[in-house]
């Protein structure tokens, strides 16, 4: 049985995760999506990582109201890029974002890939980057800096937003002559059905 990694409510605290040379510091929030929602993203149709951006951005501030220019910001889905989790740039004014924003996609890989709980896959998890401290010298905030960071931060983020599991139920009617009844009452008792 696979089960699911999320989050229940907002970040308690701005997370805050430092690069191993004390140059970089993210700081971040986790933020729960909808049930609703984290369906949308999986089905592709109108949410997921397929759609074009605009697109994106209006069903998301018509149907979910997220912000316009927020859902517009949405760096990566996770895992393997076409997931119900994702990553949102919320931050105001902060000067080469886009050199961070690989090594923040592969962060993010991983740790929906390989939650904060037990190892399991990430559902529902939105994580805000609220603003980025980086060293003025690019040779400073590189891959080797920036992705062990994030996915620390990612984890904290899940970690103060009231994590939780999720575990898969199956649905099903059962037609039986009424001899078998017994017998089928008492495999489902053993099943918590």
Not at 38 to 66: H, I
Not at 77 to 101: C, L, R, S
Not at 138 to 154: E, L, P, Y
Request: charged share 25%; glycine share 8%; aromatic share 6%.
């Amino acid at each position: 049985v696979s089960f699911r990694e999320t989050v229940t409510e907002e970040s308690s605290i701005q997370c805050l995760s430092k690069s191993p040379n004390k140059h970089n510091r993210l700081f971040c929030k986790g933020v729960p999506l909808t049930e609703e929602l984290s369906c949308d993203m999986e089905e592709n149709n109108k949410a997921g990582a397929d759609v074009e951006a605009k697109n994106r951005a209006r069903f998301l501030a018509e149907k979910y109201d997220w912000d316009a220019g927020e859902a517009r910001k949405i760096w990566t889905f996770g895992p393997d890029g076409k997931g119900p989790n994702v990553v949102v740039d919320v931050t105001k004014g902060v000067q080469n974002m886009n050199e961070m924003k690989d090594s923040f996609i592969a962060a993010w890989q991983w740790a929906t890939k390989e939650g904060v709980l037990c190892d399991e896959h990430m559902r529902g998890v939105r994580m805000n980057i609220e603003d980025i401290t980086m060293h003025a010298d690019a040779i400073h905030r590189g891959g080797g800096q920036i992705i062990g960071t994030a996915r620390r931060v990612s984890y904290a983020c899940c970690l103060t937003a009231a994590p939780r599991l999720m575990e898969p139920v199956f649905q099903c009617d059962i037609q039986t002559v009424e001899t078998a009844m017994g017998g089928i009452y008492q495999v489902l008792t053993r099943r918590r059905g």
